[in-house]
């Protein structure tokens, strides 16, 4: 079953609007990582963080992470239309590395 | 920079062959796992292995076998192809305790 749950499925904003997409978890985690895929290709890693952080930056991303509520969320500041893409959380229980993902936020970004 | 490499890219079979997805990493990862993406979902674990000689079973491992006989390789095979196989397969790789390191993927269609 899948572990993480992505909020809202699909978010469409102009370019340089903020993007928030919020994840929520069942169980408990050893860390949870942030990844953007575009049109069915690869994935690639945006931020992780650990059970034991509340907030992470990087570059125009920021994540917090509650564990008492079991939920993320990811902000993407000054959103560009290269960031139109999907967005996946997946959560690491067991730290082997051995991911759950939620199904997705579909981001659309207009020029 | 090869980090995880899949093959083929592209694979049609036919209901009933077998035929084994290539993953190789050149980062001396232990840890190595296999997903499937089908359309609007995330990717789901089918098996995944935390060294040379010892693997485990995902989320959902059915009609799929895996193998490690080297830390740089996990191949996955499919035993007797059903068109409910047809899917983007990946394969990542990690040192543990942090991000994982995705293939580019491999489409594949049972006819």
């Known amino acids: 079953s899948q572990q993480g749950e992505e909020d809202p499925q699909a978010l469409s904003i102009q370019e340089g609007e903020n993007a928030t997409m919020n994840c929520s978890y069942k169980?408990?985690?050893?860390?949870l990582q942030w990844y953007r895929q575009n049109s069915g290709r690869g994935l690639v890693h945006l931020i992780l963080?650990?059970?034991?952080?509340r907030e992470k930056h990087s570059g125009r991303l920021r994540v917090t992470l509650d564990t008492s509520k079991k939920s993320s969320s990811l902000l993407i500041t000054a959103s560009r239309a290269a960031d139109t893409a999907s967005y996946f959380c997946?959560?690491?229980?067991?730290?082997?590395?051995?991911?759950?993902f939620g199904k997705g936020t579909m981001l659309l970004v207009s020029p | 920079n090869a980090g995880v490499t899949q093959t083929p890219k592209f694979q049609v079979l036919k209901t009933g062959q077998s035929m084994t997805l290539q993953c190789a990493q050149d980062m001396n990862h232990e840890y190595m796992s296999w997903y499937r993406q089908d359309p609007g979902m995330g990717l789901r674990l089918i098996h995944y292995s935390v060294g040379a000689g010892i693997t485990d079973q995902g989320e959902v491992p059915n009609g799929y076998n895996v193998s490690r006989s080297t830390t740089e390789d996990f191949p996955l095979r499919l035993l007797s192809a059903a068109p409910s196989q047809t899917s983007v397969y990946f394969c990542?790789?990690?040192?543990?305790?942090?991000?994982?390191?995705f293939g580019q993927g491999t489409r594949l269609t049972v006819v």
């Open positions: 990542a790789s990690s040192s543990g305790q942090g991000r994982a390191f």
């Open positions: 963080i650990r059970s034991n952080e």
């Open positions: 997946a959560t690491d229980a067991k730290g082997y590395s051995t991911l759950t």
């Open positions: 169980t408990s985690i050893n860390n």
